[in-house]
């Protein structure tokens, strides 16, 4: 079981940034794989990026890639989404996820709370 604790949303700015982080209990963090997903109001939840257990892995949606950033710090137990150049289309509760190795790939099995993120034009 692994569970995942989001912080670092708030308002913010147009053009501004926001670091988001994603705090993980269990031993086995640094073997699962991390993403990213938001939900904007209104709206299905999308994937925002994602990174393999090592880290030496990113991947992004095509509306992010440039100005977000995923990293990994197994050490911590932690994975970060950093955000830069925001634009009011990103506002969302943006959600941590964990893949367990152990199941089929692209299946998140433990999601976090969710945490808001608001930008102002």
């Known amino acids: 079981q692994v569970q995942l604790v989001e912080s670092g949303g708030g308002l913010v700015q147009a053009g501004g940034s926001l670091r988001l982080s994603c705090a993980a209990s269990?031993?086995?963090?640094?073997?699962?794989?991390m993403g990213w997903f938001r939900q904007a109001p209104g709206k299905e939840r999308e994937f925002v990026a994602a990174?393999?257990?090592?880290?030496?892995?990113?991947y992004y949606a095509d509306s992010v890639k440039g100005r977000f950033t995923i990293s990994r710090d197994n050490a911590k137990n932690t994975v970060y989404l950093q955000m830069n150049s925001l634009k009011p289309e990103d506002t969302a509760v943006y959600y941590c996820?964990?893949?367990?190795?152990?199941?089929?790939?692209?299946?998140?099995?433990?999601w976090g709370q969710g945490t808001q993120v608001t930008v102002s034009s």
């Open positions: 269990g031993r086995t963090f640094s073997s699962y794989a």
């Open positions: 996820a964990a893949h367990d190795p152990d199941t089929p790939p692209g299946e998140y099995d433990y």
């Open positions: 990174i393999s257990w090592s880290g030496g892995s990113t």
